[in-house]
C-alpha cells in the first residue's frame, strides 16, 4: 500500500464530516441563542452563530474511528493517535480525554459565556490530563553541543502552560471570518509535512486531520461566513495543534523542534504577545479586548475583510516554508533563516503598530472619574497627549 493513501483517506474523512457537520451545527446553534452579535471587538456587520467547534470535534472524532477501522481491516500502519508509542509511554486515550475536556469548555463558554477564570480552569484541567498522559517533554537539546537539559519536575507546568497557551492564541486571534480556521489549516499541513518527514506518523495523522477539518469548516467561515469557530472551535483547535507539537518532538526534543511548531504559529503568537504589551503600557488589564489585532490594524490601512485575512495567510505560509527549510539545513543557516523570519515579522509589526495602545484611561474632569477610551471616543485624543506626557519614549499613541 503506498505509504500517502491512509494521509489522504483521513484529510478526505476529515472534510466531508465538517462539510456535512458544520450547517447542523449551525442550526443548533441559532435554536440554542449561541449567536455573536455584531459590537465590541468584533468586525461583523450581522449576527453569527458560534458552536463550530461541533464540527471540528466531529471530523476529528469520525476520521480517528477511520483509522482504527483502517488499522484493524486494511492493514494500515498505525498512524491514529490510539497507536501504541512505547518511547514516549503516552497514554492516547487520556490525551483524547483532555481535547473532549477542552472542547466541552469551549461549548460551554459559547453557551453561557463562562467568566475568564472558569474558561481557564477547564484549560488547566484539559492541559493537565493529556500531560498526565504521558505528553510531556523532558529533555531538551543543545543544539550547538548536543547535550541535553533535564528539565524534571518543571516539566509538567512548563507542558501545561505550553498547551494552555497554544489554546489561547488561536482563541485570541479568531476575529475575523476564516482567519483562525485558515490559519490552523495551514500550520496543520505545515506540521503534517515536518512529521512525516521525521517520522512520526501519529503526529502527522492528527495533523492531517486538522487540515481536513478546518479546510472543510472555511467552506462556511471564510468571508462572507455564516458561522463562526466560536471557543469550542477556537481552543479545541489550539489545543490540537499544541498537542500535535509535542508529539512530533516525542520526550526529548531538540531546540530546533520547539521553534518550529512556534514559527508555524507565529502570527496568533506575536498578536497575542503585542495584545499583553499593548494593554500593559495602556494599564489595563491584558483580559481587556481591544481593537488594536493584527487583523485590526490591516483593517484600519484600508483592507478589506478578505484582503486583510488573505495577507495574514500568505504571511503564515512564509512562515511555514520557512520553518520546513530550518529542519532540513544545519544549525548556523537554520539560526540565519529563524532570525531572518523574526526580525521581518517584528518590523512588520512595528509598521502596523502593535504595540501601541488604543485604550487609555482618561480622567474625566466633570465627573471626576477615570474612564476607558478607545479611538473613536471624543476624548481619546486628549488621553493620548496624557499619555505621551508620561512616557516620552513612546511618542504617537493616537490612530
Not at 479568531?174 to 515536518?194: E, H, K, P, Q
Not at 489545543?239 to 512530533?248: D, E, N, P, R, T
Request: hydrophobic share 50%.
Amino acid at each position: 500500500m503506498r505509504w500517502w493513501i491512509p494521509f489522504l483517506t483521513l484529510f478526505a474523512t476529515a472534510l466531508m464530516t465538517a462539510l456535512v457537520v458544520t450547517p447542523l451545527a449551525r442550526l443548533l446553534a441559532w435554536k440554542l441563542g449561541s449567536v455573536d452579535y455584531p459590537g465590541g471587538r468584533r468586525v461583523n456587520c450581522k449576527p453569527l452563530p458560534r458552536m463550530g467547534g461541533i464540527a471540528i470535534f466531529c471530523s476529528i472524532v469520525v476520521a480517528i474511528l477511520v483509522q482504527i477501522i483502517g488499522s484493524v481491516f486494511l492493514d494500515w500502519p498505525s498512524l491514529s493517535p490510539f497507536a501504541a508509542r512505547p518511547a514516549m509511554s503516552l497514554n492516547y486515550p487520556m490525551l483524547f480525554l483532555g481535547l473532549c475536556i477542552i472542547f466541552v469548555t469551549g461549548l460551554l463558554d459559547d453557551y453561557y459565556e463562562l467568566k475568564p477564570k472558569q474558561k481557564l480552569l477547564g484549560q488547566l484541567i484539559a492541559a493537565t490530563v493529556a500531560v498526565c498522559g504521558g505528553l510531556i517533554i523532558d529533555v531538551v537539546v543543545n543544539p550547538l553541543s548536543n547535550e541535553g537539559i533535564l528539565l524534571g519536575w518543571f516539566a509538567y507546568p512548563l507542558t501545561i502552560g505550553y498547551l494552555v497557551a497554544y489554546a489561547n492564541i488561536f482563541n485570541l486571534i479568531d476575529g475575523l471570518d476564516g482567519l483562525a480556521s485558515g490559519i490552523a489549516c495551514i500550520a496543520s499541513i505545515t506540521m503534517w509535512i515536518v512529521s512525516t518527514m521525521a517520522g512520526h506518523l501519529d503526529a502527522a495523522a492528527l495533523a492531517i486531520i486538522i487540515a481536513g477539518a478546518t479546510l472543510g469548516f472555511l467552506r462556511y467561515n471564510f468571508n462572507p461566513a455564516s458561522i463562526i469557530l466560536g471557543d469550542s472551535g477556537s481552543l479545541l483547535i489550539g489545543f490540537l495543534l499544541g498537542a500535535v507539537s509535542l508529539l512530533s518532538v516525542q520526550r526529548v526534543a531538540g531546540l530546533t523542534s520547539i521553534i518550529v511548531p512556534l514559527v508555524i504559529s507565529g502570527i496568533p503568537i506575536m498578536d497575542t504577545f503585542s495584545a499583553i504589551v499593548r494593554r500593559g503600557r495602556a494599564h489595563v488589564s491584558i483580559g481587556q479586548a481591544d481593537k488594536g489585532h493584527i487583523h485590526h490594524r490591516l483593517m484600519y490601512e484600508g483592507f478589506n475583510q478578505r484582503q486583510t485575512v488573505l495577507f495574514i495567510y500568505l504571511w503564515t505560509a512564509m512562515l511555514s516554508v520557512g520553518s520546513i527549510i530550518m529542519t532540513q539545513v544545519e544549525v548556523v543557516p537554520r539560526i540565519a533563516i529563524f532570525c531572518g523570519l523574526v526580525i521581518a515579522s517584528v518590523i512588520f509589526a512595528m509598521r502596523l503598530h502593535l504595540f501601541r495602545p488604543v485604550l487609555l484611561h482618561y480622567h474625566n474632569p466633570e465627573t471626576g472619574t477615570d474612564e476607558l477610551v478607545a479611538p473613536q471616543d471624543e476624548a481619546f485624543e486628549e488621553a493620548a497627549e496624557q499619555f505621551e506626557e508620561e512616557h516620552p519614549l513612546f511618542p504617537n499613541v493616537g490612530d
